[in-house]
């Protein structure tokens, strides 16, 4: 794709990698970006960012947990700034949790946000650029979406089927000259990865060093970008030695956390017995 002069929407464009992203297509030539995510005080900054690096910006507030709010927005979009040629799915949200002690709700949370909210989006734009026969769209999975680690596996499902989504959009929109791409980054300092704990060994990458790779893979149209040294070593042991790579895993995972895990596991086998108070002809009995 030749990124200039062309309009792009980026969700989770308020922090890290998303506005990351925004400032280095700015930084390639772009003519617009259009700026989502739900703090519209903080994408109204990196909208400001930009327009001092003389390219139009305009933030628009949302929260992609809501599908109304979603076509009410993009609608929005389309009539105030015209057709988007490059969407990029960033907006995510990850807990980091041992699956004995997962909660629902952020679960649901992860599946409105990572996955839903990312087809609310794709589904209205995939429509028009299929329509207009042009355009570009980049899902942002993870390493977490190639290989499945201890204390993360509701966050890896929802990436994992990033993956999938992507493979099936990029055969399906080709015929309609509509590029789609998977950009999977490994662990990157920004607020998402401040709330994890890490697994030792993992060295974390830059946010700018992802944006970076994911211009590269838009002008080189590359399926699928895996970012940083160890993600491919990483997948390239899951591939020709996943008996080597499991083992590797289970021992650099944050292991407080997974004895927490056991614990409860513990706990539920024997819970402790409990004061019960029982109604008894006008008395309690205890
Ligand atoms: N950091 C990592 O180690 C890492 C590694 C691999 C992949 N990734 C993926 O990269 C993407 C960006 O992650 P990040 O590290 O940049 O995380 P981050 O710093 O926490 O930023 C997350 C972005 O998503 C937006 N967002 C979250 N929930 C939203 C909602 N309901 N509606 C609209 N926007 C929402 C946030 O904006 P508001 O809070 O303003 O809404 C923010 O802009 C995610 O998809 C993540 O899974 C991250």
């Known amino acids: 794709m030749n990124i200039e002069g062309k309009v792009a929407l980026v969700t989770g464009?308020?922090?890290g990698i998303g506005r990351a992203i925004s400032y280095q297509l700015a930084q390639s030539?772009?003519?617009?970006?259009i700026l989502v995510a739900r703090n519209f005080a903080l994408l109204s900054e990196v909208a400001a960012d930009i327009r001092e690096m003389g390219v139009e910006?305009?933030?628009l507030p949302v929260d992609l947990t809501r599908p109304r709010e979603v076509s009410g927005?993009?609608?929005k979009a389309w009539r105030d700034y015209g057709d988007i040629d490059l969407l990029v799915n960033c907006a995510g949200v990850a807990y980091q949790v041992p699956f004995l002690r997962s909660h629902r709700s952020q679960v649901q949370t992860e599946i409105a946000t990572n996955l839903t909210g990312m087809y609310a989006v794709t589904s209205l734009i995939a429509r028009r650029m299929a329509a207009r026969r042009s355009g570009t769209i980049v899902n942002v999975s993870s390493l977490m979406g190639k290989i499945a680690a201890p204390t993360m596996a509701t966050y890896s499902a929802t990436k994992f089927a990033i993956v999938g989504?992507?493979?099936?959009?990029?055969?399906e929109l080709a015929p309609h000259n509509v590029n789609v791409m998977t950009l999977l980054p490994s662990l990157t300092d920004t607020d998402m990865a401040k709330d994890l704990q890490k697994f030792r060994g993992v060295i974390p990458v830059s946010a700018e060093a992802v944006a970076r790779a994911?211009?590269?893979?838009?002008e080189n149209n590359t399926a699928e970008v895996l970012v940083g040294w160890q993600s491919h070593l990483a997948v390239w042991c899951d591939r020709f030695s996943p008996w080597l790579l499991e083992p590797i895993l289970k021992l650099t995972a944050p292991s407080r956390l997974l004895r927490v895990g056991t614990a409860s596991l513990q706990e539920n086998r024997h819970p402790p017995k409990r004061k019960v108070k029982i109604w008894h002809e006008g008395e309690f009995q205890v």
């Open 13 to 15: 464009a308020s922090r």
């Open 29 to 33: 030539g772009i003519r617009r970006i």
């Open 57 to 59: 910006a305009v933030a």
């Open 73 to 75: 927005v993009i609608a």
């Open 165 to 171: 989504f992507t493979r099936a959009l990029r055969m």
């Open 214 to 218: 994911c211009v590269r893979g838009l």
